[in-house]
């Protein structure tokens, strides 16, 4: 089924595929409730239909969902599909690599390397195995390395499922052949030991290349892993420190009771290696219940030696036998030379002993040619151990051992000595776009120091590694200071109350306290005119620097009226007494008169009016608000009046005549 732009529980929305396994097909897909991208696992149509795998799916799915863990990709939904018969688990979608893919590029990984990626992925079963949950498939397809180098284990609860369906139901056992234990191979119980026998090959490829085990069919590989010993990976590469190459050896024992019992166990051998790569602490029990030990082969000279030594023991029995006289005199004899004996030591004990007696030395802080002289001086035997130190400097005595006294101790004697090595470097990891938290673990296994300035960002989500100061891959030693700098997220700000002001204040206002404000206009009869009215986020909140907010600004649009302005020009020139300015008409008649129209001071219009004409219409204006209107007829009539036209009646009519008094 095509799921390519389909919405799979009314959420996700299937964008491309990322991955196909055996069990399930892994697709990118957008959670459109968190908006947020996230890996959407689809169970293949061929295992819908066994009941009782599904039943075990949903089971272990669930349990596996309530894992939480760094070094385990989260799963943050299971769910089914009755439509189209989805059975689908939603995970964290993690951008990086599969460990085959980076053994594939790099070859074979540095054993510290190897180590530190073994050590998430146990600290992963460790927390799976306490939650009663084994993973049953560890392979390095299952495990993503980040781009901040952290080891993410995947496929938690499938695999259970898969394992115990598959078992039941057909009798053989679906897995990864060559990663997985024996007990699995012949699918029988598998346990948490059956992963760590997983973890143990995971290992042993990362540090030679190859899987332990290998041929033409997934039989004979199972086979192999039952019946035969792999090479120890030190054979395959020299390279690899002795306790390294044991912890391998051990979590690949055939019988699971000679592996490590538990991901804890083994975790604290990782740790230790860490520090003691070439230490003589791992254990490994025999077949026969023993432990490892070193002795001799049995030569055919000592199995002569023997047969000689019986034949005359035999020889001497019968001599004595013989002669029971001789017997007693060699008895007498034996208890005389006994006496000298046990006197002479007596003696000796009391006199001091054979052995010269010298003042035992006080070795530590000397360089180690000084320690080697004082102890070649008083004929003593130096044991010499280097070990890293960032407090001891390097060549210089950190201990020994016997302590030192005042007090004699034999020539001859032995002395251990730890001499330092100076602090222990290694290579800096990209710090950066890790959590803190997280950075923190980091610092404190390579045994740094990480001095953290917090700033703010809006590209970095708050409790993450902006940057650091040191490179990715600069030598560093323990003790060693990192700058890094943390993302406080963004800086806030407290947004400041504008409703009330005008609209160039509030703006200046919201500019000044770190925001980008954005008006918006509304007419509000009720509210003051020009004013704020309102504002998107409230006073006293606090909210990132730059945020917009959007403001209201109360601006009041009312309707413009026209007032008709009309002259009664018979009633003004009929009171005039000076007719200076008519006209003189073609007929000969002095009837007409210039009428003028101001607006505010402006003049408008200037018309010729009939004396006669008692409703001279002489101007037509539209407007809002309060205007002063202006009337000018002849030189010797001139009115002013304001009329507010807002509260006028359209087109009404304002009339000048004799009896119009001025404002």
Known sequence: MNLIGKIVGNRYEILEEVGLGGMATVFKAKDHVLNRLVAVKVLKDEFTTDTEFVKRFNTEAQAAASLSHPNIVSIFDVGHEEENNLYYIVMELIQGKTLKEIINSERKLTWKWAVNIAMQIASALEIAHKNGIVHRDIKPHNIIITEDGIAKVTDFGIAKAV?????????????????????QAKGGYTDAKSDLYSLGVVMYEMLTG???????????????????????????????PTAINQIVVKAMQKEPTARYQSATEMLHD?????????????????????????????????????????????????FFTEHPKTKIAIIILGLILLFVVVFLITKIAIDGGISKKVNMPNLVGKTREEAQTMADNLDLRLEIEEIASSEVEAGKVISQDPEYKEEKIKAGS???????????????????????????????????????????????EAGYIIKQDTAVGTLVKSGDTVTVHVSAGVEKVKVPTVIGMDEGTAIATLKNAGLNPTVKYESNEEKENGKVISQSIDENTETAKNSNIEIVVNKIVKEEKTINIVVDVKSIMGSSSQNSNTTNTAGGSNDTVNVTILIDGVEKTQNSAKVTDSAFKAYSYKATGTHEITVKVGSSYTRTRKINFDESDNNRQVIFDKNTASD
């Open 210 to 240: 190859k899987v332990p085990f290998d041929a033409d069919t997934p039989v004979s590989v199972a086979l192999k892993h039952m019946q035969e010993e792999a090479k120890e990976p030190i054979e395959l590469n020299e390279e690899i």
């Open 270 to 318: 990782l740790s230790q290696a860490l520090k003691d790569p070439d230490g003589d602490f791992v254990i490994i029990e025999n077949k026969d219940g023993g432990y490892t030990r070193v002795m001799q082969a049995i030569t055919e000279d000592k199995l002569n030696n023997g047969k000689k030594e019986q034949v005359q023991t035999k020889t001497k029995t019968n």
């Open 414 to 460: 032995v002395i251990k000595i730890k001499v330092s090595k100076g602090p222990e470097t290694t290579e800096l990891p990209k710090l950066e776009g890790m959590k803190i938290e997280d950075a923190r673990k980091t610092a404190e296994e390579l045994g740094i120091t990480l001095k953290e300035e917090t700033e703010n960002s809006d590209k970095v």
């Open 163 to 183: 394992s115990n369906s598959t078992i039941t139901a057909f009798g053989t056992t679906i897995g990864s052949v060559h990663y997985f234990s024996p007990e």
